[in-house]
Every structure is written in structure tokens, then in C-alpha cells.
Nanobody, 119 residues
Framework: QVQLVESGGGLVQAGGSLRLSCAAS????????MGWYRQAPGKQRELVASITSGGSANYADSVKGRFTISRDTAKNTLSLQMNSLQPEDTAVYYC?????????????WGQGTQVTVSS
């Protein structure tokens, strides 16, 4: 099994930055693709960014140019650098991992971390 634990969420003013981290443990060799989802109140969970084991990244249109996803294989960590944050970015952010080469199927989820952007 794989365990994913997010950290780094919090309250930030609009225009500010925040960096989320995800620590993976357990059967980490089962992990291939990883990514970040978010869910705002009353809305469906959406994929924000994903990254393959080879380092290829994809982003939702709403965050392109503002967010950067990265992973450190040696440290078994995943990060999401969020810049120019806006109130619409407010959501619970979830770390996700897949045994597949892409994140089209999520096999492991973190518990989520709250990001609140105030104006």
C-alpha cells in the first residue's frame, strides 16, 4: 500500500504564493504518475496538475503559468508551487498517485489540505 500525506496549506492573501508538499510512504515503488486535485465547496473534484515519473507535467488551463508541479524521487515527495493565488483557488487540495504511466486512474489519495485565498 501507499500512504500520501499533504502539508503546506493555509491562508494567504490574493496575489500571494503558497507551496504544497506531499510525502509518500509505503510501497512507493508502486507509484508512477502523481498529481494534485482540488475540490471547492459544492463543486466536483478537479485535476489541477499531474506529472509522470519522467518529469512530464500537465496543468489545468485555469492554473497554467501560475502553478508548478514537481517531484523529488529521492525524497519521495511531490510539490505544488502556487503563485498569483486568487480567491477562486480556494479549495481542499489532494495529493494523488497512480500505478499507471498517467494519472487517468488514481489509485492512492492523500487526506487533503485546505488552501484559503482571501481578498
Amino acid at each position: 500500500q501507499v500512504q500520501l500525506v499533504e502539508s503546506g496549506g493555509g491562508l494567504v492573501q490574493a496575489g500571494g504564493s503558497l507551496r504544497l508538499s506531499c510525502a509518500a510512504s509505503g510501497r512507493i515503488f508502486n507509484i508512477n504518475a502523481m498529481g494534485w486535485y482540488r475540490q471547492a465547496p459544492g463543486k466536483q473534484r478537479e485535476l489541477v496538475a499531474s506529472i509522470t515519473s519522467g518529469g512530464s507535467a500537465n496543468y489545468a488551463d485555469s492554473v497554467k503559468g501560475r502553478f508548478t508541479i514537481s517531484r523529488d524521487t529521492a525524497k519521495n515527495t511531490l510539490s505544488l508551487q502556487m503563485n498569483s493565488l486568487q480567491p477562486e483557488d480556494t479549495a481542499v487540495y489532494y495529493c494523488a498517485a497512480s500505478a499507471l504511466s498517467t494519472l487517468r486512474a488514481v489509485h492512492y489519495w492523500g487526506q487533503g489540505t485546505q488552501v484559503t485565498v482571501s481578498s
